[in-house]
């Protein structure tokens, strides 16, 4: 994806561009690039494509996220040919995470707490598809 500012501006708070917003333009990217596949393979390479993602904008290693694909060596394929396009994906993800994480702060709460919080939201927000899945 492509956006017209830096997972920095979004960081200091300077755009406003978050969770959901990212989920709803890689459903889109996922769309476009697949074209006339079933609902289904959609709906699984979006998840994958947003697991990797989490994973990663999270600060685990991507060998780490392919072995657990170890099953299915298409998968593992796909996941290494996807690395490096999937890699402005995974800086605009931490960032929006981070910006999450400072706003609890700012807003009073302790850092513990805040990353509570901020993982019990992206577990609220993740259980279904984006918004834009529907339409």
Not at 56 to 84: I, M, N
Request: aromatic share 10%.
């Amino acid at each position: 994806m492509e956006w017209e500012f830096t997972p920095e501006q979004v960081v200091k708070a300077e755009v406003d561009y978050g969770f959901e917003n990212f989920r709803q333009d890689l459903y889109r990217e996922v769309v476009g690039n697949l074209g006339a596949s079933g609902a289904t393979e959609i709906e699984t390479t979006f998840s994958l494509l947003f697991d990797l993602c989490y994973w990663q904008a999270t600060g685990r290693p991507f060998d780490a996220f392919v072995a657990q694909h170890h099953h299915s060596p298409p998968v593992c394929e796909f996941l290494h040919g996807v690395k490096e396009a999937m890699a402005p994906n995974v800086a605009m993800l931490g960032a929006i995470l981070q910006r999450m994480l400072m706003t609890e702060v700012e807003n009073g709460a302790q850092l513990e707490d805040s990353l509570l919080s901020v993982d019990a939201s992206v577990r609220r927000m993740t259980t279904t598809l984006p918004a834009c899945a529907a339409s």
